[in-house]
C-alpha cells in the first residue's frame, strides 16, 4: 500500500533554531497538507499546497512557517525560528484529489521538541 | 462553540461489549464526514466516511444526522485491538480537515 514517508520521526532543537521537516508523498498524489498536533490535543490543519503555491492556510501558518516542493516528490515544512510552542507532533498528508477531504493519507509524524 | 466536540472518555468496556461514540458540529455548512482512529502518538488512519443514508463496515456502523448535526459511531463486538483514540472529522468543502479531540476507548479482557 503507498505511504507517505516523514523524515526525521523525532527531532530536538533549541529555541530560536531553523528546523525543515521532510515528506515524501504518495507519488501520484497532487494536494499536500501540513497538519500538528500537540501532546494532549487536537489535530490542527496548518497549511494545503497545490500546484506549487499554499491553497490554504491557518491562523497559526504564519510567517515564521514556510513550505515547499523543491524536487517534485520532496514536501517541505519551515520553521525559521522555533518557539517552545512549536512542539507538536507535525504529519504531512497527501490527496488525490481535492475537495471534500477524500483520500488523505497521513505520515506516520515527526515528533518536535523544542527546548 | 468548538467547530466539532466529542466527549472525551476514556470509555472502558470488556470485550464483546457495544460502545456508541456521539459527536456533533458547529459549521452547517459541513460537506463531508468521517471517523479516524489514532493509536498513541501515531497518525490519524480513516476507519471510515460517514454518509446521510448511515453505513456499515463489519463491526462499525457511523449515522450522519444533518438536522441536529450530530454523527455516531458503533461499535459491536469490541476486541482489545480496538482500543486507541477515535476522531470525528469533518470536512468544509475546502481542503483541509477540521479535527475533534478524540474520544478514547479502552478495552479490557
Known amino acids: 500500500e503507498p505511504e507517505v514517508t516523514q523524515t526525521p520521526s523525532h527531532q530536538v532543537t533549541q529555541m530560536g533554531q531553523e528546523v525543515i521537516l521532510r515528506c515524501v508523498p504518495i507519488?501520484?498524489?497532487?494536494?499536500f497538507y501540513w497538519y500538528r498536533q500537540i501532546l494532549g490535543q487536537k489535530v490542527e490543519f496548518l497549511v494545503s499546497?497545490?500546484?506549487?503555491?499554499?491553497?490554504?492556510k491557518s491562523e497559526i501558518f504564519d510567517d515564521q512557517f514556510s513550505v515547499e516542493r523543491p524536487d517534485g516528490s520532496n514536501f517541505t515544512l519551515k520553521i525559521r525560528s522555533t518557539k517552545l510552542e512549536d512542539s507538536a507532533m507535525y504529519f504531512c498528508?497527501?490527496?488525490?484529489?481535492?475537495?471534500?477531504?477524500?483520500?488523505?493519507?497521513f505520515g506516520s509524524g515527526t515528533r518536535l521538541t523544542v527546548v | 462553540r468548538k467547530e466539532v466536540e466529542q466527549d472525551p472518555g476514556p470509555f472502558n468496556v470488556p470485550e464483546g461489549a457495544t460502545v456508541a461514540f456521539n459527536c456533533t458540529y458547529s459549521?452547517?455548512?459541513?460537506?463531508?464526514f468521517f471517523w479516524y482512529r489514532q493509536d498513541c502518538r501515531k497518525e490519524p488512519k480513516l476507519l471510515m466516511s460517514?454518509?446521510?443514508s448511515g453505513n456499515e463496515d463489519g463491526r462499525f456502523t457511523a449515522q450522519l444526522n444533518r438536522a441536529s448535526q450530530y454523527i455516531s459511531l458503533l461499535i459491536r463486538d469490541s476486541k482489545l485491538s480496538d482500543s486507541a483514540t477515535y476522531l470525528c472529522?469533518?470536512?468544509?468543502?475546502?481542503?483541509?480537515?477540521?479535527f475533534g479531540t478524540g474520544t478514547r476507548l479502552q478495552v479490557f479482557p
Open positions: 459549521n452547517s455548512a459541513s460537506q463531508s
Open positions: 472529522v469533518v470536512n468544509v468543502n475546502t481542503d483541509k480537515l477540521i
Open positions: 499546497f497545490y500546484n506549487n503555491e499554499i491553497s490554504e
Open positions: 507519488s501520484n498524489h497532487l494536494y
Open positions: 498528508a497527501s490527496s488525490e484529489a481535492v475537495g471534500g477531504g477524500y483520500g488523505y493519507t
Open positions: 460517514v454518509y446521510s
